[in-house]
């Protein structure tokens, strides 16, 4: 560990850009402690100096009150080597009013003036230097334009040779005056700008979205569908399965124990054919996706658009990101609502989540359940549970008494994504889910073999019967997927798969299934994050909503077909 | 088409009231739509004025007829208007079955009651005189677009009022400060039917209560903006919800919050308005190039000059 640069900077700058050019591979995403305000932490290394670099929370102002900003603080009142500050060349006052308040905390600091390719008549780097007391440059981090120069000026940070800038007057009016002389005019918006325009303009924004979504989800389904069916299920089935079998064979008498391992629900061949053949392959297409709509800056445009629908829920459209997010897990989705202040709005959220939104694992499940028999019904599902995500968000919100953000957002220029900061954000959360993802979920697949190989769930199962077969309309095989959906969202759909279940059972059953309890790690956070009697009384909701929808459905169904 | 307009080629009365442009959503109709708008504006006001003479016979239907269409919406008003009991109201446009003011005066407000059909306040009051005599509700025949307000402290005006924008502008004109306005909107498809007075564009920071059936209460008040400060004479009153697309206004007053700051919304700054979102959504702004998403509620908080 070398001593700690900061990189310190207002939202869309294009610091993460900035980032990944400094460091190298051996990057890793942190918890500021106390909080769940995500950073960056690089190793780099300049002139054969290694150094730590920080990628602290973007900020607009440092007296702000979000988390986020309280941590860009707290993180400049530490003691680091130094900050390298970055300016936006075509926002030029805000970035100066920021750079003041940096200042003022007393840490050698140097600055970076980036996206100076995008203003007319370019940056006077001199003046900024000159009014500030501060060593600055231009860089264009897209480019690499730059790059070498602030290398240097990190050199200097790390041998002590810049001292801090004397404390400067804040306040807009000093902001102004600077840029004013530094004098940057915006350059001429060209096509890209007038897309973005037109992504937010009611028509055609609201059409696109949803063409985009469509695509965006038909690019989830496909690539990880591509990816199970084509490389990894059929690398398993040939180089992995078949010796694992043949050593258990070999081994193992033949018995209980045997079909623990290897049988219909093995132990050996299920914890690695569900999270790494089945689950393995959408986190991975979700997460490139999730990153492109990051990096593009689609993501703020669609939350102007939702803005109008979530503000019924009493929720802001910039809420869309847990909403997102829990279309890949919830446990991240239910952690990212910890920056609202609102403990009202978090539960309605982490409702909303657990209730409707269905985790990446368990969208992969009813894909591969349902678009056997029709398409159609995949689509039914996802609707209803837009649907039901709505309609639950309207109902907790105004039962809680929730009372609605206001937002004021920037919506960053469109960017073409770069393809090695994909590839890294993908590395790191690929990486995240296979620490913390697989290994809870091999042990519950263990303990439901056991529990299946040994007749336990089969009597769990004939206790539930007639609310199964009777209520439900579904085989009594069907409750063990329920039991086992306790453990994981994912495999109360999964084992559905062998049932021959007809059109009418599959709906009901993935109904069920989504609305169904949340798995067992997303029980635990909402213990931890909201209590034992929210998160009972949301277990509870769930386990009624699922029975009485699902079985409404059924009902409804056998009537009228 | 007009070009870009810029916002300083308007001048303003002394109040500004006058001479900001309401948006009259029917002039992107074509004509026919038009028409036929108007004419089922007319048609249907007829026919709930011949419904208010025929109830307005029985005692009991009478009081059927309030529940099911006033006292629901009269309680949301009263709870968004806070008026303190006792306080001079004057309802516009109470028509034969004067239902709005007789609930006023059932809780203790001093209430006058005018339409501009002599015939609805004569029996309006007859009815009064017959069904509720211990009620205090005096009746006039007035139109709205000539009623002096000064005196009151606030004023109701029902939804079938016409000219409601004509008379609204009045209201807030002869008002005194910190008096209220309520008046009741159509919203959603019945806007189709009946136009709107977009109530982002009076000037001041509209609250809104939204009922079923299609109908919205607004409540302005007047002198607030809605933001952290009281309007002087000399502003204007135009905000930027009120800002129309593509026109472009410069700031006068802005809360001083700071992200807002930070985004460019500070006095001083030229700010276009790029396009707004359905179902009260937000609306696109740009600040010095910058693109920011505000709130409507907040973007009526920001002053133009």
Redesign the interface.
Known sequence: MGQEILLVG?PNVGKSVLFNRLTGLDVSMANYPGTTVEFKKGEAKAAGKRFTLIDVPGT??L??SNEAERVAVDMLSGSPAGAVFVLDA??L??SV??LLQVLDKGIPTVAAVNRSDLVKGGVDVERLSAETGIAAIRTVAVEGEGIPQLEDLIVGLLDGRVSPARPLFRG?NEAERIAGRVRAT?GE?GRRERW??LM???LPGIPLAFLILILIFAFVVGLGMGLRQYVLMPFFEAFVFPPLTAAVEATVPEGTLREILVGEYGFLIKSIEWPLGLVLPYIISFYLALSILEDSGYL?RL???V???F??MGL??SNIIPFLLGYGCAVPAIMSTRNMNDKRKRVTVAAVVCLSVPCVAQSGAFIALLAEHSLLLVALLFAFSLLAAFVSGAVISRLLGVRRD???????DLLLPDMRMLGKKLLLRVRHFLKDGVIPMVVIIGAASVLYETGVLLLVSDLMEPLVTGWLGLPKEASTPLILGVFRRELAVLPLLDMGLGTLQLMTASVIALLYIPCIAVIGVLAKEFGLKVSAAMLLATLAASFLVGGVIAQAGMLLF | MEGKRRSNDRSYGTLGIEAIPVKDPMDDEPPVMKGLANRATVILGRAFKSLESVVRRSPLLARVYEELFYSRILHRELDMSRLPSGSRVLVVGSGHLPMTALHLARHGHEVTAVDNDPHATASASSFVARVTPYLNVRFGTADGVDADTSAYDAVWVTFNVTPKNKVLERMLQTLSEGAQVVFRNPRGMVTRLYAPVDADCLGLMPHRRRHLFGKESVMLVKGSCGGPFELSETEGGMTLACLQCGLQGVIARCPEDPVLNALGLRPGKTVVSISRQPFGGPLLASVDGRKVAIDAQVAASILLV
């Open positions: 207002p607009y102002d007296n702000a075509k926002n006052e805000s009013h920021l807009w915006p918006g973005g325009d937010v303009r009611p703020p939350a102007v658009l803005d109008g629908v503000r019924r802001s459209g206001m937002m004021v957002q920037e919506i960053p």
